[in-house]
């Protein structure tokens, strides 16, 4: 029997509790709110043509999701989930009357049935889910979205990708945005922050694109490389999963991981 049961325990896909407990608090990711906003205004405008018309989509490690009710208007059902609870709370706080949305917490979303979502999105969520949980994820993933479904990884990190291009993305956002200055500060603050040390302790996954197109096609699902990243930083990488096609006649794959993971992110 296949295993459907998503384990809880971290930011929207890690096994180390200490992302979970970064992106649970306060912390200097975004410099301001005008920060935050401009980051999911380009969100929505890359994933629009992505969207599923009247599709149901389940995004995984949603962050604020300032997107959501824009993504509403296009699908039926917006499912969003992060492993923080205060990230969960602030969903709620804001959408919890929406009819299109739901705010997932752990136990909403290791009883979503196979097959239920057309669209997994995964925006800069790989790199904090352990290398070696990735496999039980992905066949996760593979499951929810059954015969039909996409999943959509955004923001892959290239192994010795320097933070410098990182800052350099941001600050190019900032200049475009307004909040240059802001965002000098807040680098500021990053640098005096524990993000460095829970970046070394909790991990952070890279892959190339040939090794996650390999992670894909094992896990049952042919990976397509986007030519532009989701998002604001143009030297990462984007990728379309479809589920693989068996030949006529073959078994249907089974999930052989033993346990599933749950994850975070933003």
């Not at 009710?69 to 706080?93: F, I, S």
């Not at 143009?234 to 993971?261: L, T």
């Amino acid at each position: 029997m296949q295993n459907n049961r998503v384990s809880s325990g971290s930011p929207g896909g890690q096994g180390s509790s200490g992302w979970v407990d970064f992106w649970n608090r306060p912390n200097a990711i975004y410099a301001n709110q005008r920060n935050l906003e401009a980051h999911f205004a380009c969100l929505q405008n890359d994933l629009d043509t992505h969207l599923p018309e009247g599709g149901t989509v389940l995004d995984f490690g949603c962050g604020d999701a300032l997107a959501a009710e824009a993504m509403a208007k296009r699908c039926r059902n917006v499912w969003l989930y992060d492993a923080a609870p205060a990230v969960r709370q602030r969903l709620r706080d804001r959408l919890s009357g929406h009819p299109g949305i739901r705010i997932l917490d752990d136990n909403d979303l290791a009883t979503l049935p196979t097959g239920s979502v057309d669209l997994v999105l995964a925006v800069s969520v790989l790199q904090y889910i352990p290398r070696e949980e990735l496999e039980g994820v992905l066949h996760r993933w593979r499951h929810l979205i059954g015969a039909r479904g996409r999943i959509l990884i955004a923001d892959v990190v290239e192994p010795d990708t320097p933070m410098l291009r990182d800052i350099a993305s941001q600050l190019s956002m900032a200049r475009r945005h307004g909040f240059l200055m802001a965002a000098l500060m807040g680098l500021g603050r990053m640098a005096l922050s524990d993000y460095r040390r829970i970046r070394r302790e909790a991990g952070f996954s890279t892959y190339t694109p040939a090794e996650l197109q390999a992670r894909l096609s094992a896990a049952g699902l042919r990976g397509d490389r986007l030519a532009k990243n989701i998002g604001p930083t143009p030297h990462r990488h984007s990728f379309v999963a479809h589920p693989h096609v068996p030949p006529a006649g073959a078994q249907p794959m089974g999930n052989q991981a033993a346990g599933d993971p749950a994850l975070k992110v933003q």
